[in-house]
């Protein structure tokens, strides 16, 4: 388990944060950072450290050969990207592996329980893309070790993304500055995720858990859509929470992460949710798989091929199992079928938005389900199981809590596009020009103030509930 929240938000993050900021140079600051880094992760996974510092030196070493030889560059890269690869296969894939074989072929083969690191997922994807990008004399290669490893493990990225790449950050590896300003900003931004998640996603999760938790006889197709719109909230609310306090903690410290959800449930078609959607994600396929395969050069077939691996390779990511398989399997279809019907990209926004958020919501039961069977179950409920009993009735009751109203009515609101009004906002606070920057400021100081210390109540009287994206 992870630093559990209370302690991560009154204790390890402020004796963090004041011992940064006593560092006397910045050699001292990223040495505190690695330190802090691997406190934070061996809290949860001390075994496991050990592995990702290996992961570091591998690649430390891998792009080091790579920058220095004349020949032989193309057979270290692929050793490299095979260790990362390996590693990543063997703690997250080979039991999914084994099982799969052994049901196929009626076999019987065993697989010792193999514990998955968390965020094994996140700082693998980085490390490749660092290696190939040394490789593609896209960034210089790094010779200080340290800095590297700061790279691969700095905490507040670490476990949930954003996947960072080392040319976003190679510049504040070396030389950074944070204003008071940015810090201010930095923990506004961290706040707003800590309240997505505690108020918003952890509501969410409690009645999805529910539902899909329940017997078959409690699913009709009232139920199955509360679990279904619960889920839909929770995930984005769980994952863009923890981005946005990634990307806050990265300002705090000097670093400025990009953005990793735009609105994603705002859409006017499955493509476009994609743009906005683990941004950091797609870009990675897209720049070190669909472009390294052909991307849309090769004719409208090897298109469509290259897409369906990189959507198969998408749901694999998520998870070893078939479930998230089928689900990436079901938007790389559909990006297909928007492709071969032009109508759907000519639908008004309105509709298009409606379109959108309801295949997603459609899809992300498929990823929720333990079981495909399960999955395909509350899908068919969804739309054919227009009956009722006394029991399912008292059942979606039960689910309709007051809190659960409230918390969904906004995160309806705060899902909508309403990027012009807070571009609007941070637009505002950042021009000192304007006279009345000061309340504004205060204002939001004051509103995250208040939701930090609302959060810490909901905190101390919780269960430990981990962000969904922990186990990616």
């Not at 690649?59 to 260790?83: C, D, E, F, P």
């Amino acid at each position: 388990m992870i630093f559990s929240s209370l302690v991560f938000l009154c204790v390890f993050l402020p004796v963090t944060y004041i011992l940064y900021w006593i560092m006397p140079s910045l050699k001292a600051k990223n040495g505190l950072l690695i330190i802090a880094s691997l406190l934070f992760y061996a809290y949860g996974e001390p075994v496991y450290v050990l592995l990702m510092v290996l992961c570091a030196f591998i690649n430390y070493g891998a792009a080091l050969l790579i920058s220095h030889m004349r020949k032989g560059k193309k057979a270290v890269l692929l050793l490299g990207v095979l260790a990362n690869l390996g590693m990543l296969g063997f703690y997250k894939y080979a039991a999914f592996f084994v099982d799969t074989v052994n049901r196929i072929f009626q076999k019987n083969i065993s697989c010792p329980e193999i514990l998955l690191p968390v965020g094994i997922s996140f700082f693998t994807f980085q490390a490749v893309s660092y290696i190939i990008d040394v490789y593609a004399g896209k960034v210089d290669v790094q010779k200080s070790f340290p800095k590297v490893l700061l790279y691969i493990c700095f905490f507040p990225q670490l476990i949930a993304g954003p996947i960072v790449k080392y040319r976003d950050i190679s510049v504040s590896l070396e030389n950074r500055k944070c204003s008071s300003r940015q810090a201010a900003a930095g923990l506004r931004r961290f706040i707003c995720g800590l309240a997505k998640k505690v108020l918003i996603a952890n509501a969410m999760g409690t009645v999805a858990d529910s539902v899909f938790g329940a017997e078959y006889s409690h699913i009709n197709a009232v139920t199955a859509w509360i679990g279904a719109a619960a889920y839909l909230m929770q995930i984005y609310y769980d994952f863009s929470g923890y981005s946005d306090m990634a990307v806050g903690l990265g300002n705090m410290f000097g670093f400025r992460f990009r953005e990793n959800f735009q609105y994603p449930y705002g859409a006017v078609s499955i493509q476009d949710f994609w743009r906005r959607w683990h941004i950091s994600l797609s870009e990675w396929f897209k720049e070190y798989v669909y472009i390294p395969l052909g991307g849309n050069r090769n004719g409208k077939f090897l298109t469509v091929i290259n897409r369906m691996v990189v959507f198969f390779l998408t749901g694999l990511w998520h998870g070893a199992d078939w479930t998230f398989i089928l689900w990436g399997i079901y938007h790389g279809f559909l990006l297909l079928l928007e492709e071969c019907l032009p109508v759907v990209r000519k639908l008004p926004e309105w509709i298009g938005r409606i379109y959108t958020v309801l295949l997603v919501c459609v899809g992300f039961v498929m990823f929720r389900a333990d079981t495909v069977s399960q999955g395909m179950y509350y899908i068919r409920q969804m739309f054919t199981g227009f009956w009722a009993t006394a029991e399912t009735v008292s059942f979606a009751w039960q689910q309709l809590t007051p809190y659960f109203i409230v918390m969904f009515t906004a995160a309806v609101v705060g899902s909508a596009p309403i990027h012009r009004l807070s571009d609007f906002i941070r637009e505002k606070i950042n021009d000192d020009s304007k006279a009345d920057i000061s309340v504004m400021r205060s204002l939001l100081n004051t509103g995250s103030v208040i939701l930090l210390v609302w959060c810490m109540f909901r905190l101390s009287g919780s269960t430990y509930n981990p962000f969904i994206y922990f186990r990616f």
